[in-house]
């Protein structure tokens, strides 16, 4: 009887240390994603040059001790902030890509719209701060947001390959060159409609360019 009884009250600590260690993570993560939406609501301020703990904590609402307590530096923060936006350009394009079965030019435009929308909805976030921390000159972070812009580059190039396996594309394309000119065109759009003010709809001018686009790399 004894040892049933330790058994469970040794079964009972091991639970309560788990969900400790749940609550502890959750809470972790939750402080996080505050002090990654902070910067990100800086930088859009003032720009990147001017962000500095001191002001993030002062955004977030908390102490400069207790942002220390989840990032070294400021640098291990825009480290952090870049890999939560390689998820979510990556997402915007891996997601669809993956519900939509055979890859059809229409379907290239519609996942490539729906990206567009997402970016507007989030009105340009991304592409804007990754531009800030390279304005940084940190070789370490520009080599991580080079290596963020790989990753989706080649992301748009497997969705472009998905095409000339199904027969959308034609076979003599350069993959390589058709994934970079794609991303230079949602990119350079991007810009475009930072810089105007946001002044017009995205997904409508991203229409025009498509056609031109399209043309170049459908099946004969």
């Known amino acids: 009887m004894l040892s049933g009884h330790v058994t469970r009250s040794r079964t009972c600590e091991l639970s309560q240390v788990s969900e400790t260690m749940v609550t502890e993570r959750i809470k972790t993560e939750l402080r996080q994603k505050q002090i ?86 989030r009105k340009g976030f991304s592409f804007h701060v990754i531009a800030e921390i390279i304005s940084l000159g940190d070789p370490e972070l520009n080599k991580q947001a080079s290596q963020t812009i790989g990753k989706y580059i080649f992301l748009l190039k497997e969705l472009l390959s998905d095409g000339v396996r199904d027969g959308a594309i034609r076979k003599d394309i350069d993959l390589d060159a058709a994934a970079t000119l794609l991303f230079a065109l949602i990119q350079g759009l991007v810009n475009i409609w930072a810089l105007g003010g946001c002044s017009f709809k995205l997904t409508e001018k991203y229409k025009s360019l498509w056609k031109i686009y399209r043309d170049d790399i459908s099946s004969r």
Not at 71 to 92: A, N, V
């Open 36 to 121: 990654i939406d902070a910067v990100a609501t800086l930088i859009f301020k003032s720009g990147s040059e001017h962000l500095t703990v001191r002001r993030i904590a002062k955004e977030v609402g908390i102490t400069e001790g207790a942002i220390y307590r989840h990032f070294r530096s400021k640098k291990s923060i825009l480290s952090f902030l870049l890999i939560h936006i390689e998820g979510i350009l990556l997402h915007d394009i891996s997601d669809k890509r993956a519900s939509s079965g055979t890859i059809t030019l229409s379907a290239i435009e519609e996942i490539i719209g729906n990206h567009f929308s997402a970016i507007d909805q």
